[in-house]
């Protein structure tokens, strides 16, 4: 199977699971950040632009089913995963277990990037007094997927579990 199918089946898994599964798996009332930790994940293990392509197709695909600006997951996968990425190549250790604090970190910028273009798009509630504690128990909720997400993303790009700065994804855009 290439990087590109295990990738595609990868998104699209997350995707449905985002809507059916953890969509009623809530902690404290939130909801865990599936989709967008794998966008971040994606930027960690596979680079700047392979994560951008990455959050872009799953934002895109969970914007199918939201009743928000088309596009908007998106934008904001994207640009959280391409920043996941230019982060991960500065830092030397990226191991499954020390990405976890950046898909954490990473789901907390993107949770306030795409609240923030909602806003700027002029979306109504998007920004609530509750913003900081979805962000605080999503970012929780980050730091324990975010291994064994980092280990799914090291397997779609067909590279052992190693940092992503020794290894370069085969097939795809570096």
Excluded at 70 to 90: D, I, P, R, T
Excluded at 137 to 148: E, Q, W
């Amino acid at each position: 199977m290439t990087a590109w199918a295990r990738a595609a089946l990868t998104v699209i898994t997350a995707v449905l699971l985002q809507l059916t599964l953890f969509d009623g798996l809530r902690v404290a009332g939130i909801a865990p950040e599936v989709a967008l930790g794998l966008a971040v994940a994606a930027g960690i293990t596979g680079g700047s632009t392979n994560g951008a392509i990455i959050g872009f197709a799953t934002g895109l695909a969970l914007d199918l089913f939201l009743a928000t600006p088309f596009g908007l997951s998106a934008l904001a996968f994207c640009l959280v995963a391409y920043l996941a990425g230019m982060f991960a190549n500065s830092v030397s250790d990226t191991s499954w277990v020390a990405a976890a604090p950046l898909v954490a970190a990473g789901t907390a910028v993107g949770l306030c990037l795409y609240v923030l273009f909602g806003e700027i798009l002029g979306q109504p509630n998007f920004y609530t007094p509750d913003l900081w504690r979805i962000v605080l128990v999503a970012t929780t909720i980050g730091l324990v997927i975010g291994g064994p997400l980092t280990k799914l993303m090291r397997w779609v790009w067909g590279a052992p579990n190693r940092p992503a700065t020794s290894y370069r994804p085969l097939g795809l855009v570096n």
